[in-house]
């Protein structure tokens, strides 16, 4: 029996193993294949150790192969780290706290798992191999299942909502894909790691077995969704990314689904801020945007439309806004598109060349108006020169 659930963590070790070179090989460049890979490393040495813990000849080699698993919180804080990138949070990803967040805990929990006996007790000999008890009264270890199943239900929940997000039906596959593998190490671990231990219950622990789940959800992703894959759709996204001008895409009823991050670092706003807001909010005046609203709904595109947007801040920014309907293979209308054009610089220019040109016009009444009251003046000198019998001084 014991070289059955020992054989069960091997294999998980080598399908996370294959599966994590094999993603990372799909690009190589891309942070997402990084993170994933490093996910599968992380559980493949879990798994590893698990399986030379379980059919460990005594307990000095089960005591070693036990205490070489103190990395085992960073396979639950990779897999948060992962759904932030996968379910596109580039505006968490780029606050430097976010980091400490998610590796701070594991950290921690890993180095006083190693170095402070508090949390386990030695390996004990059960019928599936070495496995261990929770020390009675362990505050430690309770807090670190709490944050295990926080991050847990953190990433699940980030998936699902990213599923109700996103309108690509090939997106929607990948997604449930993704939160499929998620939920598998999720019950499985709280159903055998979870309150088992504390209640002093023993069941062979299937974690590590159950994250090859995860491993195989996101491979078939891959084979039948391109999941990781170079494609035209990442192509896009890049190209969505890098662009200079303001995007935003709106759903039928108004309200913002995605932004890049021109118009964020236009505006001042955390992508957090602005989705799921209606459109109206990003125009200095309402009226602006339902009149976009509407010229989406009658015209399907439109070009050049000159309008305002209004940062955080509450300044406002002048804008060439042009947008295009959004249509489903069936032909359904499910949102629009709009690109914004910042046209500050040359709304300043425009307005310093009618300060010019007014300029020039005042000045010119004023010289021709001059030129008209020295002639007139000249005229009435002739006339008064008449009167007194003496000769024009002017006149030709």
Known sequence: MIIVFALFSLIGSVICLFFGNFVYYQNRKQLLNK????????????????FMLRQAESLETANFWFNMNFLWPFSLAFPLHFMLIYTEKTSVLKNKLTYLLVYAPAFIFSFGDLLVPSMRTEPIMEFWGYSYYVLEGSWM???????????????????????????????????????????????TGFFTEGFPPVLQIKIPELTTLAFTGLCVCVGYAIFEHKLFVFTPATVAENIIETMNDSLLLVDKHGIIM???????????????????????????????????????????????????????????????????????????????????????????????????????????????????????????????????????????
Not at 35 to 50: K, V
Not at 159 to 185: D, N, T, W
Request: include cysteine.
């Open 141 to 187: 270890y309770l807090v670190s299942e709490v944050w295990v199943f926080t991050v847990g239900f953190l990433a699940l929940v980030l998936g699902i909502m990213y599923y109700r997000q996103v309108y690509s039906e090939e997106k929607k596959r990948q997604a449930k894909f993704v939160i499929l593998g998620f939920s598998i190490p999720i019950i």
């Open 258 to 396: 995605k932004v890049n991050h021109s118009l964020l670092n236009l505006l001042g706003y955390s992508e957090d801020e602005i989705v799921g807001q209606p459109m109206e909010k990003l125009f200095a005046e309402e009226q602006s945007g339902k009149n976009i609203n509407n010229k989406f709904l009658e015209n399907k595109t439109f070009d050049n439309y000159e309008t305002k947007y209004k940062t955080k801040t509450g300044e406002n920014v002048d804008i060439s806004f042009s947008g295009s309907t959004v249509n489903i293979k069936d032909g359904t209308f499910v949102g629009f598109i709009g690109i914004g054009h910042n046209i500050t610089d040359r709304k300043k220019a425009e307005e310093k060349l009618k300060e010019k040109i007014d300029e020039l016009e005042k000045y010119k009444k004023l010289t021709v108006g001059r030129e008209l009251k020295m002639i007139e003046m000249k005229k009435e000198i002739d006339e008064l020169c008449n009167k007194l019998g003496e000769k024009p001084r002017y006149a030709r």
């Open 35 to 50: 993170i994933f890979f490093l996910l599968c490393m992380s559980l493949a040495f879990w798994a590893f150790t698990e």
